[in-house]
């Protein structure tokens, strides 16, 4: 069974910036990477995607032109998203996710087949 680990949560300021990573323990061969988040009283979000096959990227109206999600497939599976220009709407656990191989949705949590086990980020205002 393949494991995702996120790290580089932690406590930013508003108009900051930060960095997570998610590495995985094995190839799971999937379609899409992704990334939600939850906060409190809310269900999990989608807020970005990356297609295995030709790294295209997706990414939820609310993050777009802030966010970045890129990956480095070159062995094992290691998954970023850059946050910068944080607000404080950004805060919550996020978390990184794999579908399997042939999946052909990215936004709904339901589709993914691996997660990890989150990485809180808190922005202050």
């Known amino acids: 069974q393949v494991q995702l680990v996120e790290t580089g949560g932690g406590l930013a300021q508003a108009g900051g910036s930060l960095r997570l990573s998610c590495a995985a323990s094995?190839?799971?061969?999937?379609?899409?990477l992704g990334w939600f988040r939850q906060s409190p009283g809310k269900e999990r979000e989608f807020v970005a995607a990356?297609?295995?096959?030709?790294?295209?990227?997706?990414y939820a109206h609310s993050v777009s032109g802030r966010f970045t999600i890129s990956a480095d497939m070159t062995d094992n599976d290691i998954l970023y998203l850059q946050l910068n220009s944080l607000v404080p709407e950004d805060t919550g656990v996020y978390y990184c996710?794999?579908?399997?191989?042939?999946?052909?949705?990215?936004?709904?949590?339901?589709?993914?087949?691996?997660w990890g086990q989150g990485t809180q980020v808190t922005v202050s205002s």
């Open positions: 996710a794999h579908t399997g191989p042939s999946s052909s949705y990215y936004r709904t949590p339901r589709y993914y087949d691996f």
């Open positions: 094995g190839r799971t061969n999937s379609r899409y």
């Open positions: 990356l297609k295995r096959t030709d790294a295209s990227t997706y």
